[in-house]
């Protein structure tokens, strides 16, 4: 049986602005998951607090929506519970890089199996457009009216520094190449940073969907992203030009706790004592 979009088809009101940023994101994630024929009971997407982590609710798909920047904390544990499932990660750049900055550290250092689709729109949107982590001038907002007084943090290059296993960029504005690169970062076996570029249409009129477009142009084919100085180089590039595509891919093994929890099976399939759990809840009264 193939899988059709309908099958995501969810009810739920979406409550993102006319134009947002978040919008190409939401059908490119659709279009991938279905290109992958990854049934939605395959798929569980985690987030957390913001604009961004609204994502699932708009997908008929298994979801935890937590605290934000604890996004990738729920995530690790669904992989570690059930690694059978496809595990996403929704989360604004406030959320994957400053409140959960830690959890991408170890969640990179671990390769986890999962893919973490950062939404940067350089602002904190949900709470009306403070600067953020990757914020430069914050022009527009009613909010932070001197603009950003730190520099932008380089998640493209924190992450290759890292080793983390699959590292790419792609914006709003190019929504074939959006949902090709959410396709490649899902495929990766090991945890993937898909950082996406897109315009906030409240807070910030400077980086619109014109913007992104004139500047982001393909890595050419001589990039080899295997080639972690190459692709250190690449996210250091500054100027007009945005490098799109995939800079940074390695075959790391993949965080396997079973090797040391003594376990036999994925903890998803062991049995479970409802009297045992109740007595556990019971102390949280
Ligand atoms: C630990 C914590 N810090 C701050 C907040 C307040 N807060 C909720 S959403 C948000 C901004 C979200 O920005 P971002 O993660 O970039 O997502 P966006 O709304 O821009 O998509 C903030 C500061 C919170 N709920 N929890």
Redesign the pocket.
């Known amino acids: 049986m193939s899988v059709r979009p309908e099958d995501y088809a969810s009810r739920v009101e979406i409550a993102w602005c006319p134009g947002c940023g978040?919008r190409p994101i939401l059908e490119a994630v659709k279009a991938a998951l279905v290109a992958l024929d990854l049934a939605p009971q395959r798929v569980v997407i985690c987030s957390?607090?913001?604009?961004?982590?609204?994502l699932p609710h708009y997908l008929r798909v298994n979801t935890f929506n937590g605290?934000?920047?604890?996004e990738l904390v729920s995530a690790c544990a669904v992989k570690m519970a059930a690694p059978d499932l496809c595990v996403l990660v929704h989360?604004?750049?406030?959320?994957?890089y400053?409140?959960g900055g830690n959890h991408l550290l170890h969640a990179i250092r671990r390769n986890v199996d999962l893919t973490l689709v950062v939404?940067?729109?350089k602002?904190?949107?949900?709470?009306k457009g403070?600067a953020?982590p990757t914020s430069d001038a914050v022009e527009g907002t009613r909010v932070t009216v001197l603009g950003a007084a730190a520099a932008p943090l380089n998640p493209l290059a924190l992450a290759i520094s890292q080793g983390c296993s699959f590292v790419a960029r792609t914006s709003s504005a190019l929504p074939e190449h959006l949902q090709e690169m959410i396709q490649a970062a899902v495929r990766h076996r090991g945890f993937s940073l898909l950082h996406v570029l897109q315009p906030?249409v409240v807070w910030d009129r400077v980086h619109t969907y014109a913007y992104y477009r004139e500047r982001c142009e393909p890595i050419g084919a001589r990039h080899d992203p295997r080639d972690a100085r190459a692709a250190f180089a690449l996210a250091l590039q500054d100027g007009e030009r945005i490098p799109v595509g995939i800079f940074y891919t390695a075959d790391r093994p993949v965080y396997d706790p079973s090797a040391t929890s003594g376990l036999d099976r994925p903890s998803r399939e062991l049995p479970v004592d409802p009297d045992r759990v109740r007595d556990r809840f019971s102390r949280f009264r």
């Open positions: 978040n957390g607090i913001g604009q961004a982590p609204k605290l934000h920047g604890r989360a604004g750049d406030g959320g994957a400053g409140e939404h940067d729109n602002t904190y949107a949900l709470t403070q953020s906030c």
